[in-house]
């Protein structure tokens, strides 16, 4: 299959018609700092990964997913798929790890996105 | 972007009679926070976390550690440099010149990536957008707010920068022109506003509690 290789991308956005800019703004909260957190240490102490990493994981998002996630939903989500990349651990201990939290929350888990925050 | 559009914002900016440190609660509505649903990816965060400490490659400490380091990176400090490069023209030309070690005077720290400082002049206005992310002088202002890294922001400002400068209250004369910066994940811009007139007889703090965030990325200017 041809692929254009001077389509745009989704997240390279610059010049295009968009909305009136929503200003309203959130508190991180603890688990989005913590993302923050991890992406630094794994950049500047660990060498484990780098923002060009970070990025390139968040901008193969599908569009539909890059839209509806909120910002620290796309890092965690890139930097968990590189450290995955970099067999920093596997996908089934990552996987059992998912479902031991998941136990720690009997009230269930959102899908994502619908929390709030945007951006 | 979901969350609450609370539109009191068009009248907020005009709200110029009085000092404005950065205040969040004051400058811009709230989003709900996230503290209190449990998600995919925040399920995801916390066992990525604890993989990562099971794996003795970090430590809780190290995670709180980080936390902190990122809290204390607050609009606060750019507006330290701002005032420093007002009263200390010399001071000044070394932050244009070399950024890294002026604002190391300072006490702070620009980190890894390039800074630019951009310095606004009665001939022209800075403004700083990362169309293709959200790379912003992280190290010295914090994390960027929602509306930097928000589809409508990164689109429109590179295209009419004025009518985008006008929903945040900003008002450039035609004879002043506007410059538009696109940051990139190793260079990074930082605004340094112009000192507004009236404030001859200020100290340098003073001067700083002048200085907020969206003036050092330049949708707004510092008023008196």
Known sequence: MERDFTARGHHDMGGLDAGEIDRAEHDYALWEKRVDALMMLCTNRLKLMTVDQLRKGIEALPPEAYDNMTYYERWISSVT????????????????KMEEVKARYPDGVMPGGAAGGGC | MSGDHHHHHHDHDHDHDHLHPYDPEHHHPHRADQ?????????????????????????????????????????ANGAKVVARAWTDPEFKTRLIETPKEAIAEVGHDIGPMRLVVL??????????????????????????????????YRSRVVREPRTVLREFGTEIADNREVRVHDSTADMRYFVLPMRPAGTEGMSEAELAALVHRDAMIGVTEVSA
């Open chain 2, 119 to 152: 310095e606004n002049t009665p001939e022209v206005h800075n403004v700083v957008v990362c169309t293709l992310c959200s790379c912003y002088p992280r190290w010295i202002l914090g994390i960027p707010p929602d509306w930097y890294k928000s589809r409508s």
């Open chain 1, 81 to 96: 798929n590189t450290l995955l990349e970099r067999g920093v651990f596997t996908a089934d201990e990552l996987g059992a």
């Open chain 2, 35 to 75: 503290d209190d649903t449990m998600t995919y990816y925040r399920l995801m965060e916390e066992a990525v976390r604890e993989l990562m400490i099971e794996k003795g490659l970090v430590t809780p400490d190290d995670i709180r550690a980080e936390v902190e380091a990122m809290d204390a990176r607050v609009p």
